[in-house]
C-alpha cells in the first residue's frame, strides 16, 4: 500500500507565497510522473504541473511564471512553489502520483485560499 501525505495549504493575501509538499511513502519501488491538480469551487478539476521521472514539465497556462513544480526522488515528494498568488488560485489542490509503473494514487487534498 502507497500513502501520500500533502502539507502547505492555508490562508494568504493575493500576491503572496505557499510551498507544497506532497510525501509519498509505502510499498515503492518507482515514481514515474507526478503532478498537482487542483479543484476550484465551481467543483472543475484541472491538471496545475507536472514533473516526470526523466525532469520534464508541464504547467497549465494560468500559472506559468508563478508556479514551480520539482521534486525530490530520494525523498519520494514533490513540491509546488506557488508565487503571486491570485483569488482566481484559491483550490483545493491534490498530488497525484504514479507509482509501480502505473498505479495512480491521490493525496487527501489541502485547502489554499487567496484573499484579494
Known amino acids: 500500500q502507497v500513502q501520500l501525505v500533502e502539507s502547505g495549504g492555508g490562508l494568504v493575501q493575493a500576491g503572496g507565497s505557499l510551498r507544497l509538499s506532497c510525501a509519498a511513502s509505502?510499498?515503492?519501488?518507482?515514481?514515474?510522473?507526478m503532478g498537482w491538480y487542483r479543484q476550484t469551487p465551481e467543483n472543475r478539476r484541472e491538471l496545475v504541473a507536472a514533473i516526470s521521472r526523466g525532469g520534464s514539465i508541464k504547467y497549465v497556462d494560468s500559472v506559468k511564471g508563478r508556479f514551480t513544480i520539482s521534486r525530490d526522488n530520494a525523498k519520494n515528494t514533490v513540491y509546488l512553489q506557488m508565487n503571486s498568488l491570485k483569488p482566481e488560485d484559491t483550490a483545493i489542490y491534490y498530488c497525484n502520483v504514479d507509482v509501480n509503473y502505473g498505479v495512480l494514487y491521490w493525496g487527501e487534498g489541502t485547502l489554499v485560499t487567496v484573499s484579494s
Open positions: 509505502g510499498s515503492i519501488f518507482r515514481i514515474d510522473d
